[in-house]
């Protein structure tokens, strides 16, 4: 199985500033890389898959990066909507399980 | 528009089993599969398994595959997800998903429902 590790464990920004999430998988899934982002009592919703492409009706602030083991979500200029937990997932092979994620907090 | 409703919350006992159901709506039901996650209460997401619509395939984790099943009734474009045995550390939200096949990201998620296992 495929691990992902996803860091930090929580970010602390300002409304107004870039976030930089990082996931990394134990061994290569290729593009097969997907991020979510969960507010509190939602279900996630998927931003990104294939690493970088955008989901429709995500808003570009949000960029996905990466492939192979290394895999970056950027969000710039951070909206108060945006504060929430982002998980990644791998899907270039089953099980395709999620990383723990990463919550961005307002500092 | 495309939507996944799901049944409502459930309570209970250890031993006992839940069927949870989820309707889809918006899309052609048969062309798209479902998957479920479920997560524990402050914890992550657990991916469980997944569900062809079109021809009833399954593919579950590792650590559920004895207490899980997962089916579709293409007549109702209902998928249903039965967990058996229930223990205390099955208390979750699950929730179901659409996906384009047995390995892939899901673009569209149900509301959830929650499960609670208690004596």
């Known amino acids: 199985e495929i691990v992902l590790t996803q860091s930090p464990g929580t970010l602390s920004l300002s409304p107004g500033e870039r976030a930089t999430l990082s996931c990394r998988a134990s061994?290569?899934?290729?593009?097969?890389l997907a991020w979510y982002q969960q507010k509190p009592g939602q279900a996630p919703r998927l931003l990104i898959y294939?690493?970088?492409g955008r989901a429709p009706g995500i808003p570009d602030r949000f960029s996905g990066s990466g492939s192979g083991t290394d895999f970056t979500l950027t969000i710039d200029r951070l909206e108060p909507e945006d504060f929430a937990v982002y998980y990644c997932?791998?899907?270039?092979?089953?099980?395709?399980?999620f990383g723990p994620g990463t919550k961005v907090d307002i500092k | 528009q495309i939507q996944l409703v799901q049944s409502g919350a459930e309570v209970k006992k250890p031993g006992a089993s839940v069927k949870v159901s989820c309707k889809a709506s918006?899309?052609?039901?048969?062309?798209?599969?479902i998957t479920w996650v479920r997560q524990a209460p402050g914890q992550g997401l657990e991916w469980m398994g997944w569900i062809s619509a079109y021809n009833g395939n399954s593919n579950y984790a590792q650590k559920l595959q004895d207490r899980v099943t997962m089916t579709t009734d293409t007549s109702t474009n209902t998928a249903y997800m039965e967990l058996r045995s229930l223990r205390s550390d099955d208390t979750a939200v699950y929730y179901c998903a659409r996906v384009n096949g047995a390995v892939s990201a899901a673009n569209y998620w149900g509301q959830g429902t929650l499960v609670t296992v208690s004596s």
């Open positions: 294939g690493a970088s």
């Open positions: 997932q791998q899907y270039g092979s089953s099980p395709p399980d």
């Open positions: 061994q290569s899934v290729g593009s097969y």
């Open positions: 918006g899309y052609t039901f048969t062309t798209f599969g």
